[in-house]
């Protein structure tokens, strides 16, 4: 597949690219999951960004520009590296419709973002399922489609070349059933690590660490990611689908959190922490809520949260407002405390400068963010890879939509990783910090079948 002149490990920097263009017109509507799968299937690369409740989707396939910067500051090179590509790109082959501001969101040429964990873990490079995945990557797809409110509309970006040939989806993968699971760690290996960090808590290396496991799923067939994304939108249509087809991977979920997005100088990001299940009656669901907004603990860690967020955006924007009080989140499975934050950036076109400051957030991480991240590539036995990393698109103004990438796993073969975790603060119980881990793995579980 075609890849940019300008791709670097290192920090970008300006080198001979061959011009290139976009063309968008309106097409009929399609299926963004059989075009995701299609186009992966084809090229390689594949990125799909689906709201179904919204009846907002894009879906992004091969690679006409491709960005792997040095793990460092990851956001930052990227945004170097799109102003500079975009300073490359000839206008007059452009059609009308090429760039997003005034037109549709999310048509024109649009980056897909994804950024790991922790880029820095070296252990990712060498581990089977995420070695094949950049701690960091940023990709201009070959060919793009956006479906909003019953329309579609196909982005084309070449390279002094013919437009990409229209994907063939592929045959729908047989049916599998699940013929073994295994948690990693199973509950007492996690209680240890859950008292090590209380302790550390108690001598003032952290005041928060989100600790995540690992759940493995071997089918008697390999897992097809149609079905599982298809499971996952009809269950969860309020919250962002995902999927990045990587060679022969593919990360998906189901995520009900935002990072940040940008529309101009208007900034939104949605911190969340604590959680309860649902309840099983309105009566049950109702006192589960009120537990959770009740409970000193979850409000605590609630609170370091979205501190850690509006400190984070106060250098960049002119204006933050935080919401007086945390609400209830309810989701089909969970629900969790949040606190909405909204904010007026200086400059537009900041969601790569804010994404930045924020990655990764106190939710996923914990407070304060160098100790969390040291304690987690401690004590957690596997690399993250990409499962609670920062995943989105930004285009050609600097605008668009990051998500922190929860409630997700990766496909290899006939086995699937799967990932959970919570917020571990003074006082934490850990048998049930390890109920809570196993009610978010629960929507990923359910569309694995």
Same mark, same amino acid.
């Given at each position: 597949m075609p890849?940019?002149?300008m791709t670097a490990?290192?920090?970008?920097?300006?080198a001979?690219a061959?011009?290139?263009r976009?063309?968008?017109?309106?097409?009929?509507?399609?299926?963004?999951?059989?075009?995701?799968?299609?186009?992966?299937?084809?090229?390689?690369?594949?990125?799909?960004?689906w709201?179904?409740?919204?009846?907002?989707?894009?879906?992004g396939t091969?690679?006409?520009?491709?960005?792997l910067?040095?793990p460092?500051?990851?956001?930052?090179?990227?945004?170097?590296w799109?102003a500079?590509a975009?300073a490359?790109?000839?206008?007059?082959?452009?059609?009308?419709?090429?760039?997003?501001?005034g037109?549709d969101?999310?048509?024109g040429?649009?980056l897909?973002?994804?950024?790991?964990?922790?880029?820095?873990?070296?252990?990712?490079?060498?581990?089977?399922?995420?070695?094949?995945f950049p701690p960091?990557?940023a990709?201009?797809?070959?060919?793009?489609t956006?479906?909003?409110a019953g329309?579609?509309?196909?982005?084309?970006?070449t390279?002094?070349g013919?437009?990409?040939?229209?994907?063939?989806?592929?045959?729908a993968?047989?049916?599998?059933?699940?013929?073994?699971?295994?948690d990693?760690?199973?509950?007492?290996?996690?209680?240890?690590?859950?008292?090590?960090?209380?302790?550390?808590?108690?001598r003032?290396?952290?005041?928060?660490?989100v600790?995540?496991?690992c759940?493995?799923?071997v089918?008697?067939?390999?897992f097809?990611?149609?079905?599982?994304?298809?499971?996952?939108a009809?269950?969860?249509?309020?919250?962002?689908?995902?999927?990045?087809?990587?060679?022969?991977?593919?990360?998906?979920g189901?995520t009900?959190?935002?990072?940040v997005?940008t529309?101009?100088?208007?900034?939104?990001?949605?911190?969340?922490?604590?959680?309860?299940?649902?309840?099983r009656?309105? !009566?049950?669901?109702? &006192?589960?809520?009120?537990?959770?907004? $009740? %409970? +000193?603990?979850? *409000?605590?860690?609630?609170a370091?949260? @979205?501190d850690?967020?509006a400190?984070?955006?106060?250098?960049l924007c002119?204006?933050?407002?935080?919401?007086?009080?945390?609400?209830i989140?309810?989701?089909?499975?969970?629900?969790?405390?949040?606190?909405?934050?909204?904010?007026?950036?200086i400059?537009?076109g900041?969601?790569?400068?804010?994404?930045?400051?924020?990655?990764?957030?106190?939710?996923?991480g914990?407070?304060?963010r160098?100790?969390?991240?040291?304690a987690?590539?401690?004590?957690?036995a596997?690399?993250?890879?990409?499962?609670?990393?920062?995943?989105?698109w930004v285009?050609?103004q600097?605008?668009?939509e990051?998500?922190?990438?929860?409630?997700?796993?990766?496909?290899?073969?006939?086995? !699937?990783l799967?990932? &959970?975790?919570?917020?571990?603060?003074? $006082? %934490? +119980?850990p048998? *049930?910090?390890?109920a809570?881990?196993? @009610?978010?793995?629960?929507?990923?579980?359910?569309?694995?079948?």
């Open positions: 890849e940019d002149p490990r290192s920090a970008p920097r300006r001979a061959a011009p290139w976009s063309v968008v017109r309106e097409v009929a509507p399609s299926d963004p999951v059989r075009e995701f799968v299609a186009g992966w299937s084809a090229t390689g690369r594949g990125f799909l960004w709201r179904p409740a919204e009846g907002f989707a894009v879906v091969g690679a006409t520009l491709t960005c910067p040095h460092g500051r990851p956001f930052a090179a990227v945004d170097t799109w500079r975009r490359d790109r000839q206008r007059d082959g452009d059609s009308a419709g090429a760039d997003s501001a037109a969101p999310a048509t040429p649009l897909f973002c994804g950024v790991a964990f922790d880029p820095a873990d070296e252990r990712a490079a060498s581990d089977p399922y995420w070695r094949l960091a990557a990709v201009l797809p070959a060919q793009m956006t479906l909003r329309r579609a509309w196909r982005t084309v970006n390279i002094d013919p437009a990409p040939a229209e994907a063939v989806p592929p045959p993968g047989a049916p599998v059933t699940i013929t073994a699971t295994a990693l760690p199973e509950l007492a290996g996690w209680s240890r690590r859950v008292r090590r960090l209380t302790e550390s808590f108690a003032g290396e952290a005041e928060k660490v600790l995540a496991r759940k493995r799923v089918a008697d067939g390999p097809s990611a149609e079905p599982v994304l298809r499971r996952l009809a269950a969860h249509a309020e919250s962002t689908v995902f999927a990045v087809g990587w060679d022969d991977r593919c990360f998906l189901a009900p959190e935002l990072l997005s529309r101009g100088t208007a900034v939104r990001s949605g911190p969340r922490a604590g959680s309860r299940p649902r309840g009656t309105a !009566a049950e669901d109702a &006192a589960l809520a009120a537990e959770l907004l $009740g %409970s +000193d603990k979850d *409000r605590r860690e609630h370091l949260v @979205v850690a967020v400190a984070a955006l106060h250098p002119r204006r933050v407002e935080v919401a007086p009080a945390p609400a989140l309810a989701l089909p499975n969970v629900q969790h405390l949040l606190t909405p934050v909204v904010a007026e950036a400059a537009p900041s969601l790569l400068a804010l994404a930045e400051r924020l990655h990764p957030p106190p939710a996923v914990g407070v304060p160098a100790a969390a991240v040291a987690i590539r401690h004590l957690e596997r690399p993250r890879g990409w499962y609670a990393g920062s995943l989105g285009d050609a600097g605008d668009g990051l998500v922190i990438a929860l409630r997700s796993g990766i496909l290899r073969g006939p086995t !699937a799967l990932y &959970a975790g919570c917020g571990v603060v003074a $006082g %934490s +119980d048998e *049930r910090e390890y809570e881990t196993e @009610v978010k793995f629960a929507p990923l579980l359910a569309a694995l079948g």
